[in-house]
């Protein structure tokens, strides 16, 4: 896998760890008559809008664009939405490699982590995203 795949899928592991939530907690959610994540983030339509100025943001920040330099864009932002999608609770399927095994190898700083991270809290915060949410979407893509 070339590079910035490998970053596109350490950014989309982020962004799960975001939420937290899981699949249970999205049913739980439901049960007592509390949106899920996905709905509260806006469903699919406000994730990939969220996705499109993430990756935006990330190819126009120096330290760590290089490592997306050889990604398939186009594809790396449906693994996203679809990724982000199914994290939240929505209806989405991730069909996409586990975190752990999609970013072996690649030699992720912490620094680069970092400024990745401060990449999706900015969009976020862009799109008005509450703390709650924020949280929750940051929770689920650390997993």
Not at 30 to 47: D, F, H, P, V
Not at 95 to 101: C, L, N, Q, V, Y
Request: proline share 1%; aromatic share 4%; with cysteine.
């Amino acid at each position: 896998m070339n590079t910035w795949v490998a970053s596109c899928m350490v950014v989309s592991g982020l962004v799960l760890s975001l939420g937290g939530c899981n699949t249970m907690e999205s049913s739980s959610a439901t049960m007592t008559g509390e949106q899920s994540l996905y709905e509260r983030l806006g469903g699919k339509l406000a994730i990939t809008a969220v996705v499109e100025d993430f990756v935006g943001r990330v190819a126009a920040d120096s330290r760590i664009n290089g490592k997306f330099a050889n990604a398939n864009i186009p594809r790396l932002k449906t693994m996203l939405t679809e990724q982000i999608c199914q994290a939240s609770g929505g209806p989405c399927t991730y069909k996409g490699r586990d975190m752990k095994s999609s970013h072996a190898g690649m030699g992720v700083t912490g620094e680069e982590f970092d400024a990745l991270v401060g990449d999706l809290v900015t969009t976020l915060n862009k799109f008005n995203v509450g703390e709650r949410e924020k949280n929750e979407l940051l929770g689920a893509l650390g997993r």
